[in-house]
Nanobody, 126 residues
Framework: QVQLAESGGGLVQVGGSARLSCAASGRISSDYVMAWFRQAPGQEREFVVATRWNGASTNYGDSAKGRFTVSRDRAKNTVYLQMNILKPEDTAVYYC???????????????????WGQGIQVTVSS
């Protein structure tokens, strides 16, 4: 059993930066996949990024490429999402998720993730 807790959201200015954290409790295998998704009001949940806990592979969604960076601190069982040059369209609830295996080409599919955090709001405002 894995529990996830996101932190670091809030109100951010357009063009600013924010860093989200996802602390995991429970045993995290090196083969596990950590991911971030987001859901804007009235929209479906969207894939942001997935990374293997051992760092071997990372895959960014189109909305995150070039502006967002995922990293991990294995000693703290925490994965981070650094978001730069934020835009109003980045406003969403951001969710951390954990899956037990890396499925090539399918990291964006929610069904591959077994555990989800409660989500944290990020609001980008001018």
């Amino acid at each position: 059993q894995v529990q996830l807790a996101e932190s670091g959201g809030g109100l951010v200015q357009v063009g600013g930066s924010a860093r989200l954290s996802c602390a995991a409790s429970g045993r995290i295998s090196s083969d596990y996949v950590m991911a971030w998704f987001r859901q804007a009001p009235g929209q479906e949940r969207e894939f942001v990024v997935a990374t293997r806990w051992n760092g071997a592979s990372t895959n960014y969604g189109d909305s995150a490429k070039g502006r967002f960076t995922v990293s991990r601190d294995r000693a703290k069982n925490t994965v981070y999402l650094q978001m730069n040059i934020l835009k109003p369209e980045d406003t969403a609830v951001y969710y951390c998720a954990v899956g037990s295996r890396w499925v090539v080409g399918q990291q964006s599919l929610e069904r591959h993730y077994d555990y989800w955090g409660q989500g944290i709001q990020v609001t980008v405002s001018s």
